[in-house]
């Protein structure tokens, strides 16, 4: 035993590792389930933003979804709510296939972990047993050589006394050769009971308790590869929606690609346009002719303000504007 | 003019038109702002995440960083600090690309706006001058030809009369005639009006008008154009970080593949091994031989529960496991 070093209370040590990575298992749940209400979070906001951008129902504001550039915006948030929907799907996920799972391998492992340990201490009390019955044993052998010898030494002076008598010499021969004899007995048990401490104790350190450290590290590399598969998953629920949100960014893209300027403008045309021709030209009135003269006076004081208005304005504010419905030179936007 | 409609206020009406479409942009602006926050938002949460589970500086946890599990994790974090890190991205470049463009377009746009309707109104004011003095053009001549009229009445009546003088009738002829010329000269006044005039109402209608009305239509459809580059903008900036997140997931997978549970099993037996090798068999003590006899006297008394205690514990709880240092047989975990 020339590289003993001080003893070490290994179970206790392990126990304190085994439960650091429990620890780290919830830890790592915990870190999961953050991420998750991180993820509800955003979704939620993004959410809301469409919504809080979509046109009213049935208002004036649904029917600017006619032109195209609106449209696309409508297409932008439609499409920000299903990029809204794959975080969730993200959340979702993550839930399902980690911290759900792992918190249910969390109570088996805690299980597993205290039966391993339970056995330990089983072992080690049975060893213990078997260390106090050697011991017990070893006494009892010594205890009864001991008497065995001051028999022995009693009969030996008892047969050295010239003035004890020879019955008496017997009785101390005969108790000497019972004394012995009952040595001889302790001596048998003692070396029965180390032989069986012997065996036990080679198959405790060689064979139990070996067999218990490697179902302990068994269960911690089970652990590490199980927070690695989750590590992994953790990856894979977020590399999933990736395609599904590059579809949402095309839509988007595509939506845009429709948008079309001259269309809009057509829109506007056809709303807004007035249908009204321009004038032509002012014909002449020629005041000199006597015939004329009884109209012009007729009409002279109440039509020159009314047609001046029905020429440039309805509401004689003068600021509107009338336009042909069709024509080869001009139609609002239209040329 | 038979295809007449009511006459409609084209100038209040597309004011109103380009007005809506300030708005849908600065809606835009405001639809994308409302965007970034939200990405500034996530992207903080997700640093507080990757912060939260950091290691404590200095701390047992930092060693605890030697396991590959742990790394794992602390890679995790630190890609998911990165990843964090590109939705900002995503944030200022729809800031620097769309936000601050678009409000800079938004004042150029208002300018121009207001420059084209103030022509507009401009070339609607010229034509009522116009009018006006075509009007006033005929009035006058109107009221010349009907005192012209009245002269040569008058002289007529005079002419006709036997009781008035040669001097009057002459002095009536004259002034019919002075009052004819003045007609004449109305009459030449109010046909140079009326020509220019219809001029200038054609130029109005037919040139001026459709010139600024196609101006604000090129000033509506650059608007068009330019929304939609900023929805295409919109989709980019995102799609842009697309990959970059991919290679942060792939980060994560990578530091999983590299956990090795061996290895990390082999940090807790290089950690925790005591050096103490199993205990061999235990001897024979024979207390039958006289020799023996006194060494077993002097330590049987004193000896025997320190020899429990060092076989299986330190501190007489029974708790501590003596293990070999290095064994073909049995280390913690090295089977």
């Known amino acids: 035993m020339s590289f003993c070093l001080p003893l070490q209370d290994q179970f206790d040590t392990l126990e304190k590792h085994t439960q650091w990575g429990i620890d780290i298992l919830e830890k790592y749940i915990k870190f999961v389930k953050d991420r998750t209400e991180i993820e509800i979070n955003y979704a939620k906001q993004l959410r809301n933003l ?174 590490i590869i199980r927070i690695g598969e989750s590590m992994k998953t953790f990856a894979e629920v977020d590399r999933q929606v990736t395609p599904i949100i590059g579809k949402c960014l095309d839509e988007i893209t595509k939506a845009v690609d429709s948008i079309d300027p001259k269309h809009d403008s057509q829109l506007v045309i056809d709303a807004f346009k007035s249908g009204f021709e321009p004038p032509g030209d002012v014909d002449f009135e020629d005041f000199t002719q006597p015939i004329k003269r009884a109209i012009s006076e007729s009409s002279l004081s109440n039509s020159k303000e009314t047609k001046s208005e029905s020429r440039f304005s309805s509401k004689s504010k003068g600021k509107l504007w009338p336009f042909m419905k069709k024509s080869k030179l001009m139609v609002l936007f239209e040329i």
Request: glycine share 2%; proline share 1%; net charge neutral.
């Open 50 to 223: 469409a919504k809080k951008y979509q046109p009213k129902k049935n208002s004036k504001e649904e029917d600017e979804y006619t032109y195209s550039s609106c449209r696309a915006f409508l297409a932008t948030l439609n499409e920000m709510n299903d990029y809204a929907g794959q975080h969730e799907v993200i959340s979702e996920n993550m839930t399902s296939q980690i911290t759900t799972e792992l918190a249910r391998y969390v109570q088996e492992l805690k299980q597993e972990r205290k039966s391993h340990f339970h056995d330990g201490r089983k072992a080690q009390q049975y060893i213990e047993t078997c260390w106090k019955q050697l011991e017990s044993s070893k006494r009892r052998f010594e205890r009864d050589c001991k008497e065995a010898d001051r028999a022995q030494q009693y009969f030996e002076k008892m047969d050295a006394d010239i003035n004890v008598t020879k019955a008496d010499v017997e009785k101390a021969r005969q108790q000497a050769q019972l004394r012995h004899q009952m040595a001889e007995d302790s001596k048998g048990e003692y070396l029965s009971t180390l032989q069986k401490f012997n065996h036990e104790q080679r198959e405790h350190y060689h064979t139990h308790i070996p067999n218990i450290f490697q179902k302990i590290q068994d269960m911690e590399e089970r652990r």
